[in-house]
């Protein structure tokens, strides 16, 4: 007789349901052995397009890069995207000004918020 499942709850969102399985072992609620796999030809990827200004020596190092490991450089800044903000939420620090680094610092303009007359760092 095989084991009583417990019943999946009814989540109210999304991020509850996250939490949930994040919390909880899905073999005390589902039967795989009768999973099924299954495709979805219609559904659509949650991406939005965006426009993005790089100094051309950090596009050219990021596609050097990507080249070295044989991905298209979209993917690879997607990754690094990816990793800076998981690392960036993690550490949740207050809100202060990243630095930039220095070998892509030369294409820096000021700010429409910087006063005239003013440098940045001010």
Do not use: C
Not at 26 to 48: C, G, H, I, M
């Amino acid at each position: 007789m095989p084991s009583a499942r417990k019943p999946v709850p009814e989540f109210k969102s999304e991020a509850e349901e996250r939490t949930f399985w994040e919390e909880h072992d899905t073999a005390d609620y589902l039967d795989w052995s009768r999973a099924e796999v299954t495709q979805f030809p219609n559904l659509k990827l949650s991406t939005s397009t965006i426009s993005l200004r790089l100094p051309a020596q950090l596009l050219a190092d990021l596609k050097r890069l990507a080249n070295k490991r044989d991905v298209p450089y979209q993917s690879l800044l997607k990754v690094y995207l990816a990793e800076r903000v998981a690392a960036e939420s993690a550490r949740a620090l207050p809100n202060k000004p990243l630095r930039r680094s220095k070998s892509h610092s030369s294409s820096r303009r000021p700010t429409r918020f910087a006063k005239r007359g003013h440098s940045q760092s001010n």
